[in-house]
């Protein structure tokens, strides 16, 4: 079943919905995920020292200290649930996240589904439980050799805008297709789901799509 996952690295959401959605697929007998992650960043004119988190929490949505804080243990335990951990004080600035999707579509176009999964997961584990700031060159060159992808040419691209263009039109074509918050999850590109829900959702879409005729 292939799925089209429309994200960014340093939404707390999309690593819910990805978690999620392999649990429920995992509770379905003989379903295998063709994953292929797209671009969507939450913040495409941020500068490369980033920004307080909770300085730019409060400016981008007005929530005051106490509401963030809420949302914050619900996001953690919503990750525990999952097996996947949002450590406490980890995310203390937010990142611009360009050179990261660049090599990221370099990941599926050149390697496939599975070694762009490692890499995103990879990712998504550096911010939000490690505290690295992903648009630092240093750690995304790790990331992608640690996934698996050649040095040299990692490096040859982070050094350059190679897939620049690319990232552009896809996040473009997210936006014509209406879709303005991540995540947002297409399947058998067809059926289109937001959101982190919950395992039990995930499940019963991925279930009525499979009992759905083509």
């Known amino acids: 079943m292939r799925i089209d996952f429309i994200s960014d690295i340093v939404c707390p959401w999309c690593a819910i919905g990805l ?3 392999e649990a ?3 509770r379905i007998p003989g379903l295998t995920l063709d994953l292929h992650f797209h671009p969507f960043e939450l913040n495409p004119g941020m500068g490369p020292e980033g920004q307080d988190i909770e300085e730019h929490l409060a400016q981008k949505y007005g929530a005051s200290p106490a509401a963030l804080a809420g949302t914050r243990q619900a996001i953690r335990e919503r990750g525990a649930e999952l097996g996947f ?3 406490a004080g980890a ?4 990142y611009n996240t360009r050179d990261a999707h660049r090599l990221l ?21 550096a911010y939000f439980t490690e505290g690295r700031n992903v648009s630092d060159h240093a750690v995304l060159l790790d990331l992608a050799t640690s996934a698996g992808l050649p040095e040299a040419e990692a490096r040859e691209l982070l050094a350059g805008d190679r897939y620049a263009e690319d990232v552009a039109a896809a996040e ?3 936006h014509a297709q209406n879709i303005h918050a991540v995540p947002a999850i297409i399947i ?13 959702v995930f499940e019963q879409l991925l279930r009525q799509v499979i009992d759905t005729p083509a």
């Open 91 to 94: 995310r203390s600035r937010i």
């Open 105 to 125: 579509h370099w990941a599926d176009e050149a390697f496939g589904g599975a070694v762009q999964r490692g890499l995103k997961v990879a990712m998504l584990k």
């Open 19 to 21: 978690y999620s959605l």
């Open 188 to 200: 058998n590109q067809r059926h289109l789901i937001q959101g982190g829900q919950s395992v039990e």
């Open 24 to 26: 429920a697929a995992a």
């Open 172 to 174: 473009a074509e997210a």
């Open 85 to 87: 951990e949002f450590r």
